[in-house]
């Protein structure tokens, strides 16, 4: 059957740009995975998604049209229901036939086949293949409803109200056109009240052709780049911007870069059509104001890219990203520069303002700031912080003058007016805002970086003070918001208890902090009033946290296998659970770790079903059997070696040290009955294997390896 490749394209009003990416690569999928689904397109058949401010579009290579016949099997109902005694239709099966359009004469030709514990009745046909039309018209109407419309809006189909069949339609935006070619066919499909053709429109200014009459699927992109001054591809749109900013950088010269921003860069990609780099500049004076705030405020409201020195540092120069390309910029750049002035203006009045005041005078006025109405006022919450961020930093033996300091300034910044303009920048204001009041580097660092890391791969705190004063604040927020039972649920988290829960573990086990995790949470309720939160709110936190653990243990590319081996046991020392999952590994690899954990796993299965075991240890003269006896004294010399090991951090060499008594352990299974009739020998024997697992489990519970 021949195939030729398939355009769509919805025509529509300016699409929510940081939206437009997703919206363009599901309108894609879903018109694909129809086609594909209907037989109308092969599965590997190649898509290609186009997506600017005004349109969503697909290409789909090789359609069909029309897909091919299909043999298709129904399912009636069992013998015993269909047919009577004498093999004649009930009036159940009877009534099946007809809703499928059959009648009585079709009986003799049903198929008999085992379904199940039962022979069913089935109905064997052929399915005629969907046409293009009808298989497209599914997939549009199918791709609507998939469509991750952040916001719908609903709009009169004609604009003439009083025009005989108007009605109001709901889509992200109004939709003026749709374009439906197979290969140079026009497909009679309709969406939204509008009937496929081939015309759709350029660019609004610089088109050269309006409306643009498309030849066939293929020539879609050439001729909106060359007759409608569209780069329809989302991904070429990007690009494209991408080297023209590097190259207007490179133009200005001396080593600038644009700051690297995904997120504005996709943005940016969804405003425009046809993007031109131009460079704009600003007045020296505003580099007197923290770069941070100027790069933000930039970026956030007038979409520019920000050009950084060699050192990082910011320029007065900036990169704008045009819609348009006039042979004369000047205009353009020169109106840039008169909005982005204003702006740069406010950042250097707040920053002038906020200096007026120290950090320490505005503490006491965040007890008029609700942190949470059952959870009290951030000035509370603060005295908690610091009271805990100076106990941690005892432990880490940092200053704990230091890191309470940082932590009572920390939240002082959300008063600021440059952090109620812009929210991104608090604790980074903060920061300068210390500095200027003569605090402390350690303190001023300290109050910047106790929000890090800020989200997953996020930089961590560079010294004790701040990590003391991010897991005193991560502390209490995941404390306090889980104790008062603000749990998350699926995928709601309104309180990031879950980006908090990974932010301590981090910070545990990539700045190796000796710290007990579960005696921090423990620390930290203490510091709540008692009927504030549930009392057991540190269990429950720690079981949380642990869940998080497995995650990303498994981001860091350990099995599942070895990470149940490890966190199963509930560890409390998160700087030991890398080294216990390396070792976990190694073990794995000798030729005994099989056969010991089976013999783990058997242990623990004998003595669970025991019930009670007894207190003390093995007696070696209640030991009749040469297997038992050589057990017991292979543990024995074994024991001191491995605790001091784990002790130590050894934990490979443990792990590798239990290998030695795979021996005795086998050896001990084959020829020793350990439920015994006799009560005092069976409870030795339980014993042994009491100590034997406990000796085995030292680092990890190496029964989960088991495959």
């Not at 704990?400 to 008063?415: G, S, V, Y």
Request: glycine share 8%; aromatic share 6%.
């Amino acid at each position: 059957m021949s195939t030729q490749n398939l355009l769509v394209e919805i025509f529509v009003e300016e699409l929510p740009p940081k939206a437009l990416k997703k919206l363009g690569e599901a309108f894609a999928a879903a018109v694909a995975d129809s086609l594909k689904a209907q037989g109308l397109a092969t599965a590997d058949a190649a898509v290609t998604p186009f997506a600017s401010p005004r349109r969503l579009a697909v290409q789909v290579a090789g359609v069909a049209a029309q897909a091919a016949d299909k043999p298709v099997s129904h399912k009636l109902m069992p013998v015993n229901v269909g047919l009577d005694a004498n093999g004649k239709a009930t009036p159940a099966l009877l009534k099946r036939l007809a809703a499928l359009g059959l009648d009585e004469s079709i009986v003799p030709n049903l198929k008999r086949a085992i379904d199940g514990k039962s022979e069913a009745l089935f109905f064997d046909s052929v399915a005629t293949g969907a046409t293009l039309p009808e298989g497209l018209q599914k997939a549009l109407d199918e791709a609507l409803v998939k469509l991750p419309i952040p916001k719908l809006m609903a709009y009169q189909l004609h604009e003439n109200c009083e025009q005989p069949g108007w009605s109001t339609v709901n889509f992200v935006r109004p939709v003026h056109g749709l374009v439906a070619l197979h290969g140079a066919e026009v497909v009679p499909v309709s969406l939204l009240g509008l009937t496929a053709g081939r015309a759709t429109q350029g660019h609004r200014f610089e088109a050269a052709v309006s409306p643009v009459s498309l030849k066939d699927a293929d020539s879609y992109a050439a001729q909106m780049e060359n007759e409608g001054a569209v780069i329809a591809s989302f991904e070429a749109r990007r690009a494209d911007i991408v080297r023209q900013l590097h190259d207007a950088a490179a133009k200005v010269g001396g080593g600038v870069k644009p700051v690297e921003d995904d997120a504005l860069l996709d943005e940016v990609t969804g405003l425009v059509e046809r993007p031109n780099v131009l460079v704009g500049h600003f007045g020296q004076e505003f580099l007197g104001v923290p770069q941070e705030c100027l790069i933000l405020t930039m970026k956030a409201n007038q979409k520019y890219f920000p050009l950084l020195d060699q050192a990082g540092k910011l320029t007065n120069q900036f990169l704008i990203v045009s819609n348009i390309r006039p042979a004369d910029p000047s205009a353009v750049i020169g109106g840039n520069e008169r909005v982005v002035r204003p702006r740069l203006a406010d950042a250097k009045f707040f920053f002038d303002q906020d200096r007026k005041k120290t950090l320490a005078s505005r503490v006491e006025k965040l007890g008029s700031v609700v942190y949470h109405n059952k959870l009290g006022t951030q000035l509370e919450r603060t005295q908690r912080v610091t009271k805990l961020a100076g106990e941690i930093a005892r432990h880490l033996n940092a200053s704990a003058e230091l890191a309470e300091r940082a932590a009572h300034l920390a939240k002082a910044d959300l008063l600021t007016d440059m952090v109620g303009e812009f929210p991104e920048l608090q604790g980074i204001m903060g920061q300068y805002y210390a500095l200027h009041d003569g605090e402390r580097e350690e303190v001023a660092r300290a109050i910047e970086q106790h929000y890090w890391p800020r989200f997953a791969g996020d930089a961590l705190p560079q010294d004790n003070i701040g990590a003391a004063a991010a897991l005193a604040d991560k502390l209490d927020t995941l404390v306090g918001i889980y104790g008062i039972g603000l749990v998350p649920t699926g995928d709601k988290d309104p309180f990031g208890l879950r980006r908090h829960a990974l932010g301590v573990l981090r910070i545990l086990a990539e700045m190796g902090l000796p710290l007990d995790l579960l005696q921090l949470l423990q620390q930290t309720r203490a510091l709540f009033p008692a009927e504030m939160l549930a009392d057991s709110v540190a269990l429950d936190v720690h079981g949380f946290m642990l869940e998080r653990l497995k995650g990303y243990l498994r981001d860091k590319g350990f099995a599942p296998d070895e990470i149940d081996a490890v966190v199963s046991q509930a560890p409390t020392r998160i700087d030991r659970v890398v080294p216990r999952l390396e070792a976990v590994r190694a073990f794995k690899k000798l030729p005994e770790a099989a056969a010991l954990a089976a013999a783990n796993k058997r242990i623990q299965n004998i003595l669970k079903k025991a019930g009670e075991l007894p207190a003390g240890g093995a007696d070696l003269a209640l030991m009749s059997e040469e297997a038992e006896k050589a057990l017991f004294g292979a543990m024995n010399e074994l024991a001191p070696g491995v605790v001091s090991w784990v002790q130590n951090g050894g934990y490979t060499e443990a792990l590798t040290a239990l290998a030695g008594v795979r021996v005795e352990v086998d050896t001990f299974f084959d020829q020793v009955m350990v439920m015994a009739e006799e009560p005092q020998l069976r409870n030795n024997r339980l014993a042994l294997l009491k100590s034997l697992g406990n000796l085995m489990n030292q680092v990890a519970d190496i029964s989960k390896l088991v495959a």
